[in-house]
């Protein structure tokens, strides 16, 4: 109950920040996430590069295992 409070007290205060008659600080939101937008695409696209070589790693393993237990079963 306390952290629904505070999320609507914080989502509150940005809606109020960011409104010309509240603290109007919209011009720099949109700087911040302007500058913000591309280090985060570049950290997803990181970490979706790590999960591709694991997931490849991943299948590899799971097909030498899968030709073990058949050569196991002949």
Do not use: H
């Amino acid at each position: 109950m306390l952290a629904m409070f505070f999320g609507i007290l914080f989502v509150a205060f940005t809606v109020f920040a960011a409104l010309p008659a509240g603290l109007g600080w919209g011009a720099e939101i949109i700087s911040f996430l302007k500058g913000g937008i591309p280090v985060a695409a570049a950290l997803i696209g990181l970490v979706s590069f790590f999960i591709g070589i694991a997931d490849l790693k991943d299948k590899a393993e799971a097909r030498k295992e899968e030709e073990s237990s058949k050569s196991a079963e002949n």
